[in-house]
Every structure is written in C-alpha cells, then in structure tokens.
C-alpha cells in the first residue's frame, strides 16, 4: 500500500513530525530553499548567459521575472524527494507558516512536478493534536504569500546587485556592500555614535545624607537650596547647555557651593538643629504583566538576560519549536489562543492560587502595524503546558534555560497585576530640602511567576526599597554628608537589543531577520563589539556618508516601513508584485534613475566623512596665499584600509580607535606624524643600505633600503623591485627600535643549523617493505602571525613567551622538538607496560597531551604537568580509560535496545488503532 510523503524544511522537524504520524506517513526534509537566484556567474544557465540581466538573476524587461536555479549541493536532496515522491499516493507540504516556508513549498511544486494530490499542512505548533487538526483543515499553497516573498527576493536582490558595484566603483574598494535593511540598521548605528562625537558632557554636583532618628535610618538626596531644584543630568542638552525651560527653575552646583551648603548644614547640627520631615506622599500603583513574546521580544529579554546575541536566540528557539516545545518562533503577534489561554489559566489556578487569576482572560493586540494577527505568541506548545523542570531534564542547558523563560512569560502575561505603594519623604534643614523614596509590593501578582527567575541583569529593577515608619513632623539627625561631581553621558551606544527594538518600532524588515542582519554588518566589518555596545567602523561612516548624500531614499526609515507594507499588501492580495517593483526600479527617481545621477554628481575626491578642516603646514613662502587657506581633513576608505587624508598626506587609522575617538586634535597628530615621513635609525654595514622605522595600515615595520628600479629579466622595460621589510613582534613599541633591534627583526627567519633525521618512506606497491632514509633538515626560528616559532622541515613548534627568538639556539631548539608539551611532532617514550608489553609514550594532539600504547589514547588532565606524568602514572590513566570505555559501549547497548523495543511497540499499537479506525469510518460510510 502507498503511502502519503510529508515534505518540511528541517530533519529536526522531520524527526519529531514522524513520531505523531504513525506508518502511513514518510516524512522527508528538503533542508531549506530547494530553488533560489544564481549565486554566481557558474550558476547562471548557458541559455541565458549572454542576456544583460543574467548576472541580476532577474529579468527586469519582462515582468521582473526571476531566474532559479536549483544549487549544486541541493542537486541530491531533490533526487531523494523524488524517489519518495514515486512510491507515494499523496504530498503533504509541511513547511513553515510564513512567506519563506510558503515559498519553499511553492518551489518544491516546481521542482517535483507532483502527480498525485497535493495539500498544504500547516501548524504553529509541532504536538499530536496540532498536527491532526492541520491534517483535517489541509488547503492549497498561497499564491499571494508566494508572490510577497518573491518581490521581496527581487527588491533585496537588485538594492544588492546595484548599490554594491557603485560603493565599489566610488571607494574603489571591492568588500563593500549594501542591503535594503541592512544599510538602515547599519544608518541607526552610525547616527548613534553621531550624536555621540557632537555631545558635549556638562558637569553637576549633588549632595547626599543619612538621616536617624529611633524609628530607623535612611540615606537621601539633597533635591532643594534656597526653595530652588537641584540641577541633575537631565536638565542638561547633548550641547552641554542648561535646557532653556530650566535655567530659571533650578541651581547647578559646583564643588565651591556644595562644599559651602556642607558647612551650613554641619554649623546648622552642631548648634542642635534638628532635620525635620516636612511632606510625606503616599501612592498606589498596579503593574501589568508584558505581553507574550514576539519575535523581537524574545530577542531583546534573551540578550539582556543571558547575554546571548539575536542569532543565538534564534538558533535555539528554532531547536525548541523543531523539538515540539514551543510555538513557531517567527512572529509578530502577541495573540494568545483559547487553548493556550485555557492552558495558562488552569496552570495559574493549580500552581500559583486562585487570588492570581483575573476574572477574565487577558486579550492582547499587537502595536506593530505590520503584525499578523493569524499567527500566534511564542508559547509552550501543546494543550497543557509542559513545566520547565521536565525541560531541563530532557533539553540541552540554553534550550532548557530559553523554554523556562518562555514559559514563565506565558503565565505571567495572564495573571492579576502587580500591586504597591511608593512612599515620597521630605526632609527640610535650614535652606535645604532633601528627599527619599521607597517602593514596596503589596501583591506579588504576575511577578510570582518570574520571582525565582531573576538574573544579575535584572536584580536592580527588581529591588524593593523600604523606607522606615517616619511621620510628618518626626525630627531626624543628620550625618555623613557626602558631595559628589558627575558629568553627564553621551547617548548609549547601540546594542543587540536597543537596535532590534528600533526596528521594530520604525518597522523595518521582520523581526524573523534582525539576527541575520546583525550577523551580516558584524562579518562585513561595518561593526565591532566593544562589550554589548555595537561599534561602527570608519567604513560603515564613508559608506553612510555615500548612501545618505546620493542615495537618501534608499536609507530612509520611511522608505523601508513602506516597502514592508506593500509587501505585506501583496500578501493579502490588496497590491500586485509588479507595480511595486516597476516603481522600485523603473520609476521616476526609481533605483535606475538615481543612481545614473548619483554617478554623474559623486567624484572620488567627494567621497569620505569629514572630520574638520585645518591649514596646511607644508605651504610654502611663495604660495603665501594658500597657508591660510584651510582643507579638508576627510576619513576615506582604500584596499589596505581605513585612513584620514588631509591635502595630499594620507594616515592609517588605528585598528583600536573608535570614530567617537578620530577628534580633530587625534587626526592631525596622526598626520603629523606621518608627515613627518620614516624614521632613518641608520646604515646596514654589510649592503650600505640605509635602514628606516615606517608605520604603514598594519602598524609598524622596519625597512632595509628604498624600492629599486631594475630592468626585466626577459623583454624590455623595467620592474619595481621592493626592499626588504618585517613588521614590529608583539608588545614591541616604536621608541624602543634602534638600528641594532631593526638588523635583528630584519635577518629573520634565522637558519640554526642543519640535522640529520632518519625517515620512514612508505612503499607504494603492496609487499614491499617501508624504505629508511636519512635527510638533511633545516633548523629555522621565524616570526608568524602568532609570534615566534620554530621550524624543523615541515615540523614546527611554538617558542616559550620567556625565550626571545634572537637568543635560541640549534641546541635549545631540538630540546624544544623533543618536549610533547611544545611541539606536536614530539614523542617521549616512558617505558613498556609489563603485563601488555606495550611501549608507554606521550605525544600532544589537537587537544593537547596524551599518553598512549598504541592501542588506547587517554588525556593527560591539566591538573598534571608533564613532569609529573611517569611510567606508573601513564599506565594508570590507560586503565581508566580503558574501564571508561568498556562501561560506555555497555550503556549504549542498553540504550538501543531500549529505544528499539519502545518504537517497535509504539508502532505496533499506532498500526493497530489506524487500522481499527479506517474499518470503522468504512463501516459508517457503507451503511
């Protein structure tokens, strides 16, 4: 009998799908995208090579149509979903919900050409019910959704393939790249560390005390002097300046003036003055609980809970929903299903109480105006939610640790509101008013549910601040007046979780993509962390600069929100994929257009951020005129690198300085020095060549002589050839070269001397014997890229940070090559195993050392030195591991037979009770 294939994108998926769908089913995974747009000119038909628009993978002169190809490595997957197919009576397309999963659907329509009938399965949740329920509602694939991803494709694919070869053509440099969201994230990120170079800090002073009295203590801040407000930060502008609506209203103070109110005060409680509390204001407040996890939310709490980046997230929440733990994970809705809500509150009732539960179920909506509403919140899949303690028995740590916080979100968001009290005291003193708040919970509400799930990053919102049972009219006394200075803060840089909530809030792209994206800018190079903060390069800078002068449209916030609008419109079929795209590439002021005029207006000498301009020092007398004539000093990008130019000198940027850091001052001290040209430390006795210390995009390096013009060997001409160079080592600084250091860096590799080693030469014909044979090896210490090492014909071992590479010598150097602990190819024989007898010897591996008999390998634990590993020790951890071995193989056998028996009975009784139901639907029907 036949029976019906279930197509999904994932073996994962595919694995735990069959589990649920008995022996009538095979269940197949096409392992993501069977089809997509050429990814190079290799992959492009030879029909179609010679077309003008085969490199775009689009024919933009006929309907935007797209070329797919079906790529190399898919070529076998596709060949074994057609052998499935043959021997099937039905195809069940089982791919994700979303336009991507449609798409893949709609491409493997294509490719297999089906003749039997065909369904499309869908479900936001891989559980036994879910996946029956999808089974009886099947329908046909969306052609709409098809289309959204398919313009979607092609808007993504001709911003790349024409934005891209004109910031190549511009910069002149070829790694360059652009992106309809990937550019605008990239624009968030570099406005941020903007507003950051332009921000001018301001400086306050503020006054804090405790308070006693026989009630309790309590520490507060001075918040009035002289019935004026106290100045703090946020009274301040990102230009440094006292916001207008405030310069009347309150006193900025010095240290002059705090020190002066300290004296005051002190005067004030050694003639026995008393701190009185002059107001004391009570309020209530309630809390709700978030709503559950979207996409981007999930995002955001995963990385300020667990430090975990947006592709992590992902990765594992994709494990979870794969696995039949939670929800899919890619949406936008906060929706709860009647399920779920039924789920949530019997759980509520059951482990929390009934005081926990509203009378009536929470109902949530989405504010992203792009948000499909027929999907659903991420939650724990099924009808009764799983506990989390389950999870971490049968889930991996992260998995366990991401299911737990979804879990206890999911309940929250259905439980009563958090209630309490905030208490406001005010405590007067002569001319100064200081003030104290506490906060203090009252009802626990939804926060029961995320009580014993606090982490470091989230234990100060948490905090509860008690203020003891003071009164007005209590009196107090003072002490330990502290005054201190602050400066105020440029605005934060962008993180993981602040971008991807600013995406969110200008909807730009899906949040299913935010990983991707961050991923993509970081592997460009358009970004670097520093901790969680998301540092801009100075290419990010030159290619915004680019893109916001002649480009505008394309980075617009707006432009990007309304190209996901449409998208979303052709999806529900209110918009056709062709008008969209013709008016993106075609239009007036489309793509096409502004980038003929952007290439007509942009000269290279344009391109770059500017920095400021300065006069130029090298102006000489007779061009007396042009000393005060003042150019610029631009950052532009180039083959070796970032660097600033000012005039015709050109200065590398440091690989550790931040564009917040390039100040005016920085750039021109990095050009002075440049100007200053190479330093001549002195001569070479043996060539007469004058030696120089230069710094070059890669820092430092010395210099033997200048570049040579000599002509061709063969034909006429002549060839540059250039000198002899070698860069600093490591922790070396340019002060520190003489003449003496720069001979030493530039006579490496050094020759040691030459052995002679016998070698074992493997026959290559069956029989006969392996050939010994000695050879001359050469003994070198050379420089890498990792610092020094040595070198032993094809054998190499690193040199110990305590021996310099001018000092080594041929002795120490074979000493090194014969320790296991430096060099890899080393072997040390510690003797022969009695009762085996086997040789004992240490050898290190890609894991580090190891003591082995030629049979067993056991790892020398870091806890031992290799000192301390002798022939008795040696013989000991092979017979551990040996043990280890032989109890692991009896695990694994007991494991499988288990299993095996299991899924023998499961199938045994699934076979069964299908049958039994089929003969009696047969039954009914006959009668």
């Known amino acids: 009998m036949s029976k019906s294939l279930v197509i999904v994108e994932s073996p994962a998926k595919a694995k735990t799908i069959s589990r649920f769908l008995g022996d009538d089913f095979i269940v197949r995974a096409s392992v993501g995208h069977v089809r997509d747009l050429p990814r190079s000119s290799s992959d492009i038909p030879a029909s179609v090579k010679g077309e003008e628009w085969a490199e775009l993978g689009v024919n933009v002169n006929d309907g935007f149509s797209p070329l797919y190809v079906i790529p190399t490595e898919k070529k076998e997957q596709i060949k074994e979903l057609k052998a499935a197919l043959a021997n099937s009576q039905t195809l069940y397309l089982a791919t994700d919900e979303d336009r991507e999963g449609e798409s893949i659907s709609w491409h493997l329509l294509e490719v297999l050409k089906p003749k039997v009938p065909v369904h499309r399965l869908v479900f936001h949740e891989i559980t036994q019910g879910a996946i029956e329920r999808a089974l009886k509602n099947v329908r046909s694939v969306d052609g709409n959704l098809v289309q959204a991803q398919e313009t979607r ?241 049968s889930l991996s740590a992260e998995e366990a640790r991401l299911y737990e916080l979804i879990w206890r979100r999911t309940i929250a968001s259905q439980m009563k509101n958090a209630t309490g009290e905030r208490l406001r005291l005010l405590i007067g003193m002569g001319k100064a008013q200081f003030s104290a708040s506490g906060k203090t919970y009252l009802f626990q509400g939804h926060k029961k549910a995320a009580m014993t799930f606090v982490t470091e990053a989230s234990k100060k919102t948490e905090k509860e601040k008690i203020l003891p049972p003071l009164e007005k009219g209590d009196e107090l006394g003072i002490s330990d007046l502290d005054p201190a200075g602050h400066t105020t803060k440029p605005p934060a840089r962008m993180t993981e979780a602040s971008l991807v909530k600013a995406l969110e809030e200008r909807s730009i792209g899906r949040p299913s993509t935010y990983a991707s994206i961050i991923d993509n800018i970081e592997r460009r190079r358009y970004i670097f962390r520093k901790g969680s903060a998301l540092v801009p390069s100075f290419t990010a800078f030159v290619v915004m600069d680019i893109l916001e002068k002649q480009l505008s449209w394309l980075v617009d916030y707006d432009f990007t929100a309304r190209m996901e609008e449409r998208l979303d419109q052709i999806a529900s079929g209110s918009s056709e994929r062709l008008a969209v795209l013709e008016r993106f590439y075609h239009g007036q002021e489309g793509l096409i257009e502004s980038l003929e005029r952007a290439r007509e207006m942009l000269s290279f000498e344009e391109i770059g951020y500017r920095i400021g301009a300065a006069v130029v020092p090298e102006a000489k007398d007779e061009k007396a005129p042009k000393e005060k004539e003042e150019l610029p000093i631009v950052v532009r990008v180039g083959r070796h690198g970032e660097y600033v130019q000012h005039d015709d000198i050109i200065a590398f940027i440091p690989d550790d300085l931040t564009p917040e850091e390039l100040t005016m001052q920085k750039a021109l001290e990095l050009l002075e020095e440049k100007r200053k040209g190479p330093i001549e430390l002195g001569t070479d006795k043996e060539t007469g060549e004058k030696v120089y210390l230069r710094k070059g995009p890669y820092g430092y390096y010395v210099q033997l002589g200048e570049p040579k013009e000599v002509p061709k060997a063969r034909g006429k001409g002549t060839k540059i050839i250039k ?205």
């Open 723 to 927: 000198p002899p160079v070698a860069s600093l080592h490591r922790g070396m600084q340019p002060q520190e070269v003489d003449l003496n250091l720069a001979l030493k860096l530039l006579s490496l590799p050094i020759v040691l001397g030459e052995i002679e080693e016998t070698v074992v030469e493997k026959s290559k014909k069956e029989g006969e014997k392996d050939q010994e044979k000695k050879v001359k090896l050469k003994v070198e210490a050379h420089y890498g890229r990792f610092g020094p090492y040595l070198k032993k014909g094809k054998a190499t071992c690193s040199l110990p940070q305590t021996m310099s590479i001018f000092d080594v010598t041929l002795e120490k150097a074979l000493e090194l090559f014969s320790d296991p602990s430096v060099s890899r190819s080393a072997t040390q024989t510690l003797g022969t195993d009695e009762s085996t007898g086997l040789a004992i010897k240490m050898k290190n591996g890609r894991f580090g050392l190891y003591v082995t008999d030629g049979k067993i390998n056991a790892s020398i634990p870091r806890s031992l030195k290799p000192s301390d590993v002798d022939l008795e020790k040696a013989i000991e951890l092979l017979k551990a591991k040996a043990a280890q071995k032989k109890s692991g193989k009896k695990r694994k056998a007991t494991r499988k037979t288990a299993k095996k028996t299991t899924s023998k009975a499961t199938k045994k009784t699934t076979k069964k009770t299908t049958k039994k139901t089929t003969k009696k639907t047969t039954r009914k029907k006959k009668t």
């Open 153 to 393: 494709r092609v808007v993504d694919r001709l911003f790349g393939y024409k934005v891209s070869p004109f910031l190549w053509e511009k910069t002149r440099v070829r790694t360059l790249s652009a992106g309809r969201v990937q550019s605008v994230a990239l624009r968030l990120i570099v406005d941020r560390e903007k507003e950051r170079i332009v921000f001018v800090p301001a400086g306050w002073w503020d006054l804090t005390a405790n308070f006693s009295s026989d009630k309790g203590t309590l520490n507060a801040k001075l918040n009035e002097w002289e019935q004026l407000k106290i100045a703090d930060g946020s009274c301040f502008s990102d230009d440094g300046k006292l916001k207008p609506k405030k310069k009347d209203q309150v006193v900025v103070l010095d240290e002059k003036k705090v020190h002066e109110i300290v004296t005051s005060l002190t005067d004030l409680d050694k003639k026995g003055v008393r701190a009185k509390i002059t107001n004391r204001e009570v309020r209530t407040f309630s809390e709700k609980p978030a709503p559950p996890f979207i996409t981007s939310t999930l995002q955001q709490e995963a990385i300020r809970k667990f430090r975990w980046t947006a592709k992590r997230t992902m990765s594992v929440a994709q494990k979870l929903y794969e696995q039949g733990w939670i929800t899919y994970m890619r949406t936008d809705s906060t929706m709860l299903s009647e399920q779920a809500i039924k789920a949530s509150r019997d759980l509520i009732s059951n482990t929390f109480g009934a005081e926990y539960l509203p009378q009536k179920p929470r109902i949530y909506s989405s504010s992203s105006k792009n948000a499909q509403e027929a999907h659903e919140a991420i939650r724990p899949a099924g009808e009764a939610f799983r506990h989390f303690n389950q999870a971490k028995s």
